[in-house]
């Protein structure tokens, strides 16, 4: 992996996709340590956070493995378009992790709940990585104990600058047109038809992003 500008970029995206998908993920973990004496909550936030990061480099490899076989590239950016709708309307899944008073629970919480958690982030980083597995641990070795140690700035920024949502959306809608544009039968039928190739991540980016702000609008003026 040599570090020129396309590699800076590529990390940086997977950095800003885990950052903005694993808010929650860093409120639960925090929840989960929150009755431990406060040596013990910071050993199991480090050990913990040590060993999900570990988890989710090998379970991220899996699911970049899995996303060669045909037309699962194309499935997968379905998922992810789903995804981004659903982080900028702001409808968010519900885990419940009870708080632990013991150090070896409090850290398996923390593994399990990063786990189960952050599959939409394997899925986002799977699809922003092509492939390169090195990429994929260094965005998540600086990521995950961003997301971990700053968890209340990040919701706090992300409830008070909404463009950080829609750029969030707009990181994942592009990589989905990415993941669709790399399906070989896609391709073939983009280049067939002779259709600009960054025509299609902008007319989804501007479409999607469109239709939530407008629901994001008329929610707000119905509640």
């Not at 910071?42 to 090998?58: E, Q, Y």
Request: net charge neutral.
């Amino acid at each position: 992996m040599t570090f020129d500008l396309d590699t800076v970029i590529f990390i940086l995206k997977i950095i800003f996709i885990d950052i903005i998908l694993g808010g929650d993920n860093a409120v639960v973990i925090a929840m989960a340590c929150r009755k431990l004496p406060e040596k013990q909550r910071n050993k199991a936030i480090f050990i913990g956070t040590g060993l999900a990061v570990i988890v989710r480099i090998f379970l991220t490899a899996m699911v970049v493995s899995l996303l060669n076989i045909p037309f699962l590239m194309l499935i997968g950016a379905v998922f992810l378009i789903f995804i981004a709708i659903r982080l900028v309307t702001n409808k968010e899944e519900n885990y419940q992790f009870h708080p632990s008073s013991s150090l070896l629970i409090a850290v398996r919480t923390i593994v399990v709940a990063d786990a189960v958690m952050g599959l939409d982030n394997m899925l986002a980083i799977a699809g922003a990585a092509r492939g390169h597995i090195g990429y994929i641990a260094a965005g998540l070795v600086i990521s995950v104990p961003i997301i971990i140690w700053g968890s209340k700035l990040i919701l706090i920024a992300m409830e008070h600058i909404p463009f950080l949502i829609y750029a969030g959306g707009g990181v994942l809608l592009y990589t989905a047109s990415e993941m669709i544009h790399d399906e070989p039968v896609i391709r073939q039928l983009i280049a067939g038809y002779g259709f600009p190739e960054y025509l299609f991540p902008l007319i989804l980016i501007t479409t999607v992003l469109i239709i939530c702000l407008i629901y994001n609008t008329v929610s707000s003026r119905t509640q």
